[in-house]
């Protein structure tokens, strides 16, 4: 057995993190510990190229912004930006994590990981993290709703 | 000449921080680099009650959210929520800051430091924090107008 140098446990999570909100800032503090003490969170943040491919519109915020943003939170390491062609399987390559921690939203990803630790043999725990209380403002799409009918009143 | 334990200066900014954004950020930093090394910064966060009285109309996000979202950023020490009749005289007696860091948009409550620090004799520094950039999203009302013309589309 190959000895391995003891370091911090990397959990990788990742998002658009449009409109920031706490429902983001608590997914990725359940991500981190989900890493056990002292982990390393990175958080991978999408890009617009890669939002407007998936989900057929653009962020309100960019994705320097974005990733700026959510670079400052406490609980966040490192926030890098996504490659323009985005797959787990890259950034498994890429970062080595040790946690993969998966949104409630975020079915697909919790496929692909499951799908690229199979075929490389590796061992990456796949953390599904639970949606953050039943109030109203735990998404981005129901403030952008809210502030819509704010302005229209 | 009353000797003072050496203690972290402390900042005290304050807004609505409604729709949290890079500027809010980038406001915080200035504010606390205004304080010198190892500074602390508490952040009061304007309640919904004031804002509504003052701007005639409630944030999106309500206040708990808004507190727990600034306090959530690296550069922040602590996010309390204003008192309901907020005064900036009445946060001077209850934390004693070293320096009050006063936004852009903030004039009013720059002068109303001025009035209280010569009214009780005493020594705050008061740092006027200029405007970030000249991006298009750092203010929460042009995100929100971003968002309904989205929306509107």
Redesign the interface.
């Known amino acids: 057995m190959v000895d391995k140098k003891k370091k911090r446990r990397v959990v990788v999570a990742s998002g658009t993190f449009d ?4 429902g983001h ?1 608590r997914f990725l503090e359940e991500a981190k510990r989900a890493g056990g003490k002292d982990a390393e969170l990175i958080v991978i943040v999408a890009r617009d190229s890669t939002v407007k491919a998936r989900k057929g ?1 653009t962020p ?3 994705e320097d ?1 974005r990733r ?2 959510v670079e ?4 966040v390491d490192e926030a890098i930006l996504g490659l323009e062609d985005f797959s787990i399987e890259k950034v498994i390559e890429k970062i080595e994590p040790d946690v993969i921690a998966v949104g409630h939203d975020q079915d697909g990803i919790e496929k692909e990981v499951m799908k690229a630790t199979k075929e490389k043999k590796i061992n990456i725990q796949v953390v599904k993290i639970g949606r953050f209380g039943k ?1 109203e ?1 735990d998404s981005s799409s129901k ?2 709703r ?3 009918e ?3 009143r």
């Open positions: 409109l920031l909100h706490l800032v519109k309100v915020m960019p912004q700026a943003l400052s939170l406490k609980v109030r403002l403030i952008m809210k502030i819509v704010h302005f229209n």
